[in-house]
């Protein structure tokens, strides 16, 4: 499995900012989960995203699976210090189904 | 109880010591995972356990033993580390087999080998 893109690396940005963060790869998946690690703990998991151009919402985040099931993003609405963490992509195929293999990551700080 | 804990949360040891981290969940899931992850890195996939049995080895080094003696449980064996070991071990358990299946994971032990 390819590993996938993260940009950006690392953001710092003040609490009540807008941003995105993209996953990207040359290969095409069958689905890709989002995660967040907080400091001190494992991944959670956030959202599965499952057909191409497919939007989901959870709470002040949206995530978008890309047209052609290569790319994928997650965009949040004022940010919280509570958003602070390193948040993770990972592409899901249908067959090794039980590797899970993490994109580059990206590591947010959201300051007060 | 969606809970996977590992013991202990920290482990400094030599590189001629044996040590074993230790995991446990009550979810009834099949599946168990073991991850390294190194500072500002993603976590990485070392063993997967599927019904108590080994499904995948990612070509990790000897001086890493994992053992599921239940479905409950599963461990890390440490042997001959190298300082270069050092890293958050992360276990993970999901309910089975299938490419959605969400995986819970525990705090992490943070192994330093001296």
């Known amino acids: 499995t390819q590993l996938l893109e993260q940009s950006p690396q690392f953001l710092s940005i003040q609490e009540g900012e807008n941003l995105t963060v993209y996953c990207n790869s040359s290969?095409?998946?069958?689905?890709l989960q989002w995660y967040r690690q907080e400091p001190g703990e494992g991944p959670v998991l956030l959202v599965t995203?499952?057909?191409?151009?497919e939007v989901k919402k959870l709470k002040r985040l949206t995530f978008q699976f890309g047209d052609a099931r290569k790319d994928s993003s997650l965009h949040i609405t004022a940010a919280q210090p509570g958003d602070t963490g390193l948040y993770l992509c990972?592409?899901?195929?249908?067959?090794?189904?039980?590797?899970?293999?993490f994109g580059t990551g990206t590591r947010l700080l959201v300051s007060p | 109880d969606t809970e996977v804990t590992q013991t202990p949360k920290h482990l400094v040891m030599g590189m001629t010591n044996k040590k074993s981290l230790k995991c446990e969940q009550h979810m009834g899931h099949r599946a168990m995972y073991w991850y390294k992850q190194k500072a500002k890195k993603p976590p990485e996939l070392m063993f997967v356990y599927s019904y108590e049995k080994l499904s995948i080895n990612e070509s990790v080094p000897s001086r890493f033993s994992p053992e599921c003696p239940n479905s409950s449980l599963l461990n890390l064996h440490l042997h001959a580390l190298q300082p270069e070991d050092s890293a958050l071990y992360l276990c993970?358990?999901?309910?089975?087999?299938?490419?959605?299946?969400?995986?819970?994971f525990g705090p992490g032990t943070r192994l330093t080998v001296l």
């Open positions: 290969s095409v998946f069958s689905s």
């Open positions: 995203v499952v057909t191409g151009g």
């Open positions: 990972a592409p899901r195929e249908n067959t090794g189904f039980q590797k899970l293999v």
């Open positions: 993970a358990s999901s309910h089975g087999s299938g490419s959605f299946n969400e995986q819970f």
